[in-house]
């Protein structure tokens, strides 16, 4: 037995039998190497299961910091982006909205690489729901939106003020819709506006 048993420990010892004293000195060594900080693995074996040393969950509101150079501001729920917060990214993208278990959830404004910007519901990391897509070249899209942008029904306004209404596929029009282009003379002040309203594949008018 080691200088640092106790008393009890030293009389149990002694009355153990061969076999309990070489489990009793494996206990204590194991304890010792363990307290001592000797044993550097995140992963220590007590009683045949293996224990996950976690460092502290954060709670409420903190600023975090990750690998990739992202920081997040806001609520946390037990280490987990959970509540309401914005992210920042280094590509100079940032989330401000809803939270729930690190996944972008309810409602938010969210800022792309290139300058969209979206404002509208999430689900679960995605765009979902009905939102609204303000585009860098003036163009403006309100209706619905799903994983892959614009998906449903929805508006996009053109920054010359054509329009589409009508069915959306994978961010392209695709289905029924309706066309209207706006077009300008020399004079300013006069506008023509010519429409389709039919068939769309793909972003292409069928039968035009």
Do not use: V
């Not at 998906?151 to 069915?167: A, L, M, Q, V």
């Amino acid at each position: 037995m080691g200088s640092g048993a106790s008393q009890q420990q030293k009389q149990l010892h002694a009355a153990a039998t061969p076999e309990q004293r070489a489990h009793m000195n494996a206990k204590l060594q194991h304890k010792s190497a363990f307290l001592g900080n000797h044993h550097t693995d995140t992963n220590y074996h007590a009683n045949n299961a293996f224990i996950r040393h976690e460092e502290e969950l954060l709670n409420g509101d903190h600023c975090k910091t990750f690998k990739d150079g992202s920081e997040y501001r806001g609520s946390f729920l037990n280490g987990h982006r959970h509540g309401t917060g914005t992210q920042t990214w280094t590509d100079g993208s940032n989330y401000t909205g809803g939270w729930e278990n690190d996944r972008k959830h309810g409602n938010g404004i969210w800022i792309f690489k290139d300058k969209t910007r979206y404002e509208g519901e999430m689900f679960e990391g995605h765009l979902s729901g009905i939102g609204y897509l303000h585009y860098d070249s003036g163009g403006m899209y309100h209706g619905e939106c799903g994983f892959s942008g614009r998906e449903g029904k929805g508006i996009y306004t053109y920054p010359n003020g054509t329009t589409y209404n009508g069915d959306w596929h994978i961010d392209k029009p695709h289905g029924k819709g309706k066309y209207i282009w706006c077009t300008t003379d020399e004079d300013p002040n006069y506008i023509e506006y010519i429409s389709y309203d039919g068939d769309i594949f793909g972003g292409h008018l069928q039968g035009f």
